[in-house]
T-cell receptor, first 110, second 117 residues
């Protein structure tokens, strides 16, 4: 079983719609959680950290469910520019290493 | 935010040659740098972690004699792919951290796309 699992997609979503995807992690010692965005042939860029209480940044909302060991990302009012691959990342306490999911590809269609 | 550069952004080389990739932190001192490799449609895989002035720590399955890492200064780390083969063709990305604490943010370089013919 992979340490971090994501549905690879692609998710084809019309512009303006709401889309959500989850990521599950296997290491219960994971303490830090992130969503990164990666455009084709580019480096990943931090989208948002995920906090225990959940957090929101504009149209983006991230949630953490420790009991079920998953994190989620919700995108509201999706834009064409949201098309990208979204990578789920976790890190264990006192560890340097980031553990990456393979990403979920999102395609926003006009 | 902090800026990390990589050079070259793209390289095509013949099988058997060596390729050096540079990773620089432009506006901060990077005490720790990470090298990742990403194959198409796959996740980033950590290859090694390097701290300035000491030997790199390689992940399991990564050949240290093939992927030479040097972190001689607080702003520069290099990855040399020795005797490159077509299976080494990949997207190589470095990241840098400005502290020695595990909670420090990692800043990513733009990546280097290596194609070995």
């Amino acid at each position: 079983r992979k340490e971090v699992e994501q549905d690879p997609g692609p998710f084809n979503v019309p512009e303006g719609a709401t889309v959500a995807f989850n990521c599950t992690y296997s290491n219960s010692a994971s303490q830090s959680f992130f969503w990164y965005r990666q455009d084709c042939r580019k480096e990943p860029k931090l989208l948002m950290s995920v906090y225990s209480s959940g957090n929101e940044d504009g149209r983006f909302t991230a949630q953490l469910n420790r009991a079920s060991q998953y994190i989620s990302l919700l995108i509201r009012d999706s834009k064409l520019s949201d098309s990208a691959t979204y990578l789920c990342v976790v890190k264990a306490y006192a560890a340097y290493q980031l553990i990456w999911g393979a990403g979920t590809k999102l395609i926003i269609k006009p | 935010g902090a800026v990390v550069s990589q050079h070259p952004s793209r390289v095509i080389c013949k099988s058997g040659t060596s390729v050096k990739i540079e990773c620089r932190s432009l506006d901060f001192q990077a005490t720790t740098m990470f090298w990742y490799r990403q194959f198409p449609k796959q996740s980033l895989m950590l290859m090694a972690t390097s701290n300035e002035g000491s030997k790199a720590t390689y992940e399991q399955g990564v050949e240290k004699d093939k992927f030479l890492i040097n972190h001689a200064s607080l702003t520069l780390s290099t990855l040399t792919v020795t005797s490159a083969h077509p299976e080494d063709s990949s997207f190589y990305i470095c990241s840098a951290s400005d502290g020695r604490h595990s909670t420090d943010t990692q800043y990513f370089g733009p990546g280097t796309r290596l194609t070995v013919l």
